[in-house]
């Protein structure tokens, strides 16, 4: 690839502050750009239109997405933005972070700059926030699309300790689903790592960092609901409510000093800047919709044509070394004007395509929403997935409902290994005949369960399987273990 096409697929991954970083750096390297308002009646103030139009599509405009091709932003084939597969779905396949090492008590964070536009990938490893490592964790512990969408609408409420402030009511009212789909979801949250996000609260935290490690007992249970009294130093009270002794408590106490009650905290900061919405959705009185582009995201830039025949980009008179110099700079600020003019057009092009086939999510709620691939809305406005993948990363759509990333709209279930989806109540009753043929001497862990069941076919996480586990009320292996020593099995 070319070095322009190249950042051309980088501006379509860009978010908002990475564009605004990156035309920064460009007007104070080429002097004929300048930044301009954008006007529909008039020339730009150099007197060149060549600048970035505002667009808007109606719901008469929606039906007919797809119909047309994309235009070429370069002097270079129209599909060539759409053939790059090397660079893959980087935002889509999802990526790997890690918590660290932390004291009950603390914990440390990590972070980083922007540079002016490197590889993106690279850009998102190095500030990869919380919201961004649930994400990637969300689509395989989900059940469904409904309940995929509502939990990465939470992973985005959490705060940077990783705990849900918003009131899981507040929450399933805005999405339009009952406080079963809410509480689902917030499960799928609390499901993935680190433990402990999710959690509304200190000992709820802690109680999830228990589950995890096997250790939460009756006696864990108790201590957990009573922190109060152990920050009043009511030791002995909290000892008669567990109903352990000083060896017992101690160990417990052990336990709880290793787990991290801010485990949000190991990852980079997402409250530093507010989102700010690409596109905006309206309802018309029609029943249709209007979709736009925010007009306060969209860069403003015009070619300073009268600066170039100043200094001497027409002139004969000029040497070869300055008019070579002055038109490789008009050409880069035309091919920028252009690449951001196409980059917007994508971006509207594919947010009208998502409002098209989600159509009953923006008017009903999340139990509208229906299973969306990537390569479904690729097909329909004539691009490669890739491409797709690229231009609905970091870019957010505001609705009456909130405001959404373009990416939340792709859904994903559990699957099998020969391509069908595998029906949960198949996996729940998978679970539960390897738990009741288990040896009761090397009782089944969730790992080993997700071994077993992975062997057979399903794609399961071990969080996945805990949380079919408890559907169907089936103990961890450490309640299975003292059940069946007590039963003498």
């Not at 997935?385 to 909130?402: A, D, F, H, I, P």
Request: net charge negative; glycine share 8%; aromatic share 6%.
């Amino acid at each position: 690839m070319t070095p322009q096409l190249q950042q051309a697929i980088k501006l379509l991954a860009a978010s908002n502050l990475e564009i605004e970083t990156f035309i920064g750096d460009a007007l104070e390297s080429n002097p004929l750009l300048e930044s301009g308002a954008v006007s529909a009646d008039k020339d730009g103030p150099s007197g060149e239109a060549d600048d970035i139009p505002r667009e808007e599509i109606t719901s008469d405009q929606l039906m007919a997405q797809g119909q047309g091709e994309s235009e070429a932003p370069l002097d270079i084939d129209a599909s060539a933005l759409d053939r790059d597969r090397d660079t893959g779905d980087a935002d889509m396949a999802g990526r790997a972070g890690s918590s660290g090492d932390a004291e009950w008590g603390s914990a440390s964070g990590s972070g980083g700059g922007i540079d002016d536009l490197p590889g993106l990938e690279a850009t998102k490893a190095a500030e990869l926030t919380l919201a961004e490592h649930l994400d990637a964790q969300i689509g395989g512990l989900s059940c469904n699309p409904q309940e995929e969408f509502v939990a990465r609408h939470i992973a985005g409420l959490l705060d940077d300790a990783g705990y849900l402030t918003t009131p899981l009511r507040d929450v399933a009212y805005d999405l339009g689903v009952d406080m079963d789909c809410a509480e689902d979801a917030l499960e799928v949250v609390q499901m993935c790592d680190p433990t402990g996000v999710g959690a509304r609260d200190l000992g709820e935290c802690l109680a999830l960092q228990a589950k995890e490690a096997d250790r939460y007992d009756p006696a864990m249970a108790t201590l957990l609901a009573n922190l109060d009294f152990l920050g009043k130093g009511e030791i002995a009270r909290l000892k008669r409510l567990c109903r352990v002794d000083d060896e017992d408590f101690a160990d417990m106490l052990r336990e709880l000093r290793q787990y991290d009650p801010k485990p949000g905290l190991a990852f980079a900061s997402s409250t530093s800047e507010a989102v700010v919405p690409d596109v905006l959705l309206a309802s018309k009185d029609d029943g249709g919709w209007d979709i736009q582009l925010n007009e306060d995201t969209l860069p403003r830039l015009v070619v300073n044509r009268d600066y170039y025949v100043e200094l001497g980009g027409d002139s004969k008179s000029a040497d070869a070394e300055t008019q070579g110099w002055l038109k490789e700079k008009l050409a880069d600020a035309h091919w920028l004007i252009r690449a951001l003019d196409q980059r917007q057009k994508t971006i509207l092009k594919t947010a009208a395509e998502i409002v098209k086939q989600q159509d009953g999510f923006f008017r009903r709620g999340v139990s509208e929403l229906r299973p969306l691939t990537l390569r479904e809305v690729a097909e329909q406005i004539d691009m490669h997935e890739s491409t797709v993948s690229r231009v609905t990363s970091n870019k957010y759509l505001w609705c009456e409902r909130g405001t959404f990333e373009l990416k939340y709209f792709f859904t994903s279930g559990v699957s099998s290994s020969d391509g069908e989806g595998a029906s949960s109540e198949a996996i729940k009753a998978r679970i539960k005949a390897l738990t009741d043929a288990e040896d009761p001497k090397k009782v089944l862990s969730d790992q080993k369960l997700a071994d077993l069941l992975n062997e057979e076919g399903f794609g399961l996480a071990r969080r996945t399987v805990a949380k079919y586990r408890e559907a169907i009320g089936v103990g961890s292996s450490a309640e299975r273990r003292r059940a069946k020593k007590l039963a003498g099995i």
